[in-house]
């Protein structure tokens, strides 16, 4: 017997429900004690409402998913292989497109990884690798934006000023993702850019 479509569409959002907040749980225990470095919190925090920002423009549970995860390579012990096998026995045969697209978003021009070069040189290229990124991957970039100029400009001091700048730039530069939350995030920032200026 076939599920009433109404029925159907609440066990497909329970079950969309319940993948996320796996998800989330692994997220939270990689990030572990992280803190948010311009506001009080844990940094799970942070991976929830740049996840929740996505989902206002896209129902896509891999794009969210992967926006929960998006920090994950690039600022905790988890290695890709740990995601991935994790991810295995939560997503299916989603595991491998939220995997990319996370590996996408790990940003390449670390001073670690690139110790003799400047700031500056470091996000330019980075820059142009992300703008040659997935769409899906420059729409989580986006909500990532978004979320970090909204709290940066509030308490990061002096380095508002170069941390927006350096957003306006990489908005202005990664073109194929969600337009509707582009333009929000590039008002977003030049709008904290002003007010910065009228602060000085």
Same mark, same amino acid.
């Given at each position: &017997?076939?599920?009433?479509?109404? @029925?159907?569409? %609440?066990?497909?959002?329970?079950?969309?429900?319940?993948?996320?907040?796996?998800?989330?749980?692994?997220?939270?225990?990689? @990030?572990?004690?992280?803190?948010?470095?311009? %506001?009080?919190?844990?940094?799970?925090? @942070?991976? +929830?409402?740049?996840?929740?920002?996505?989902?206002?423009?896209?129902? =896509?549970?891999?794009?969210?998913?992967?926006?929960?995860? @998006? =920090?994950?390579?690039?600022?905790?012990?988890?290695?890709?292989? %740990?995601?991935?096998?994790?991810?295995? $026995?939560?997503?299916?045969?989603?595991?491998?497109?939220?995997? =990319?697209?996370?590996?996408?978003?790990?940003? +390449?021009?670390?001073?670690?990884?690139?110790?003799?070069?400047?700031?500056?040189?470091?996000?330019?290229?980075?820059?142009?690798?992300?703008?040659?990124?997935?769409?899906?991957?420059?729409?989580?970039?986006?909500?990532?934006?978004?979320?970090?100029? &909204? $709290?940066?400009?509030? !308490?990061? !001091?002096?380095?508002?000023?170069?941390?927006?700048?350096?957003?306006?730039?990489?908005?202005?530069?990664?073109?194929?993702?969600?337009?509707?939350?582009?333009?929000?995030?590039?008002? #977003?920032?030049?709008?904290?850019?002003? #007010?910065?200026?009228?602060?000085?």
């Amino acid at each position: &017997m076939f599920l009433a479509r109404a @029925h159907w569409s %609440e066990l497909c959002s329970a079950l969309q429900m319940e993948f996320l907040e796996s998800v989330e749980a692994f997220a939270r225990q990689a @990030h572990g004690d992280q803190q948010r470095k311009y %506001e009080p919190g844990p940094y799970i925090i @942070h991976l +929830v409402r740049v996840k929740n920002f996505c989902l206002e423009y896209i129902k =896509d549970e891999v794009i969210a998913a992967a926006a929960l995860l @998006h =920090d994950v390579l690039e600022d905790t012990p988890v290695t890709k292989q %740990e995601l991935l096998e994790y991810l295995q $026995t939560v997503a299916g045969d989603r595991s491998k497109k939220i995997l =990319d697209l996370v590996v996408e978003l790990t940003d +390449v021009y670390t001073k670690n990884n690139y110790p003799q070069w400047n700031r500056r040189k470091r996000k330019a290229k980075e820059t142009e690798r992300l703008s040659q990124t997935s769409a899906e991957a420059q729409t989580i970039k986006y909500a990532d934006i978004l979320d970090n100029s &909204m $709290t940066i400009s509030k !308490g990061a !001091g002096d380095f508002a000023g170069v941390y927006l700048s350096e957003a306006r730039n990489l908005i202005r530069a990664m073109q194929k993702g969600n337009p509707a939350l582009r333009s929000r995030v590039l008002e #977003t920032v030049d709008r904290s850019i002003e #007010t910065l200026k009228n602060e000085f």
